[in-house]
């Protein structure tokens, strides 16, 4: 009986056939997105704490502490007497941010912080509260003058107002840029078109 592994006589042999690939695994299910982190805080007791919980009473909501971090939550019409206070009595006169944070799903729709250092304490504390989209609240400019950019910055990115600031206008974007760039609903990758096409005289900046 011949060999049927043989190749037929005058041919040369030929390789052997490779395995059968094996059957493709189905596509893993994409993981579930993880829900956001829980901020844990500490409260936050001193005797700055108890000094300015008994001259601002309910306008303080918290005196917290998160990674070190100290701050109080406040009422709005709190935030700029309670830096008058900690610059006047309590040495934190080093105005060092303004910032802010949208939320868009909430009614009150930003965090508005406020960051001061004491040089005398060697201690850095914040000041948060929350407006609607849509209110102005007062400048800080009458107790830190280093308020009018850093307050600037703010509307500039985020569209908030302050009421009575002495010359609120953009300061990184320009004047005629449409939008606020740090708002949640400004699209990462979205830009002033008619703005672009008329400065550099391009389609796009991306």
């Known amino acids: 009986m011949a060999d049927e592994t043989k190749p037929p006589e005058g ?16 596509a893993a299910k994409p993981a579930a997105p993880k829900p956001p982190a829980v901020m844990v805080t500490t409260p936050w007791e001193d005797d700055l704490t108890r000094a300015v919980k008994e001259r601002f009473g309910d306008g303080i909501v918290e005196s917290v502490s998160y990674v070190g971090q100290k701050f109080w939550v406040v009422t709005p019409e709190t935030a700029i007497p309670l830096l008058e206070y900690l610059k006047r009595e309590a040495d934190f006169d080093y105005l060092v941010d303004i910032t802010a944070v949208h939320y868009p799903k909430r009614e009150k729709a930003f965090d508005l912080v406020y960051i001061v250092y004491s040089f005398a304490r060697n201690e850095r504390v914040r000041i948060k509260t929350q407006i609607r989209d849509g209110d102005e609240p007062p400048t800080a400019v009458p107790v830190h003058l280093t308020a009018n950019w850093l307050e600037r910055e703010v509307y500039d990115m985020f569209g908030i107002r302050f009421a009575g600031h002495p010359d609120l206008r953009r300061i990184l974007m320009p004047d005629e840029w449409e939008g606020f760039p740090l708002r949640k609903e400004y699209g990462i990758v979205q830009q002033d078109n008619r703005w672009v096409r008329e400065n550099l005289e391009i389609e796009s900046a991306q």
């Open 11 to 26: 041919q040369p042999p030929q390789p052997p056939s490779p395995p059968p690939k094996p059957a493709a695994k189905p």
